[in-house]
T-cell receptor, first 115, second 116 residues
Framework: EPEVTQTPSHQVTQMGQEVILRCVPI?????FYWYRQILGQKVEFLVS????????KSEIFDDQFSVERPDGSNFTLKIRSTKLEDSAMYFC?????????????FGEGSRLTVL | GNSVTQMEGPVTLSEEAFLTINCTYT??????LFWYVQYPGEGLQLLLK?????DKGSNKGFEATYRKETTSFHLEKGSVQVSDSAVYFC???????????????FGQGTILTVHP
């Protein structure tokens, strides 16, 4: 069964360092998303990506964040200068053509710890 | 935007007990409603969905009925198993329509632990 894969599963970094989280969405999907979950809190939407551009982003997704689909298969989330409050589980998700039901396929998540 | 309120946990049950996890929503129109599940060490998986009022979503013995009168989408299972131990999330699209269907608002999650 097709699945969304994410790497790394866990990354520890120092405050101020750049981090890149990688995702391989399901191959025939067109819509891509990043969500995050700070420990003990809700899963929050960060950004959606369609047709090689950001279609929507949340208030959390400030200038320190960027997304890219560099080669038609990978979908990356970059945090330029990490802060302590960026520590969270980051989930990548993808959706097919018929996303009008909102059904998403999620990866297993990348846990980011900022020290 | 739309919002969802989910029953707080954690919930601890014995095997074969009846499960209810409450979820109520506030929404413009009648968006699709979802239950996602996160098993230990895994990502979020769609458990079931309902796309219109009065629909019943079901999967793996779980059921939830889209009730517009009470704006609820409670998750139920008649006889839980140890393997059902997981975190359960109620969710719906944040906005009505357009290209935002994949932007979901999640409930806070309910941790379910089932003991043998």
């Amino acid at each position: 069964e097709p699945e969304v894969t994410q790497t790394p599963s866990h990354q520890v970094t120092q405050m101020g360092q750049e981090v890149i989280l990688r995702c391989v969405p399901i191959s025939n999907h067109l819509y891509f998303y990043w969500y995050r979950q700070i420990l003990g809190q809700k899963v929050e939407f960060l950004v959606s990506f369609y047709n090689n551009e950001i279609s929507e982003k949340s208030e959390i997704f400030d200038d320190q964040f960027s997304v890219e689909r560099p080669d038609g298969s990978n979908f990356t989330l970059k945090i330029r200068s990490t802060k302590l409050e960026d520590s969270a589980m980051y989930f990548c998700a993808s959706g097919g053509r018929v996303t009008n039901t909102g059904e998403l396929f999620f990866g297993e998540g990348s846990r980011l710890t900022v020290l | 935007g739309n919002s969802v309120t989910q029953m707080e946990g954690p919930v601890t049950l014995s095997e074969e007990a009846f499960l209810t996890i409450n979820c109520t929503y506030t929404a413009t129109g009648y968006p699709s409603l979802f239950w996602y599940v996160q098993y230990p060490g895994e990502g979020l998986q769609l458990l079931l969905k309902a796309t219109k009022a009065d629909d019943k979503g079901s999967n793996k013995g779980f059921e939830a009925t889209y009730r517009k009168e009470t704006t609820s989408f409670h998750l139920e299972k008649g006889s839980v198993q140890v393997s059902d131990s997981a975190v359960y999330f109620c969710a719906l699209p944040t906005n009505a329509g357009g290209t935002s269907y994949g932007k979901l608002t999640f409930g806070q999650g309910t941790i379910l632990t089932v003991h043998p």
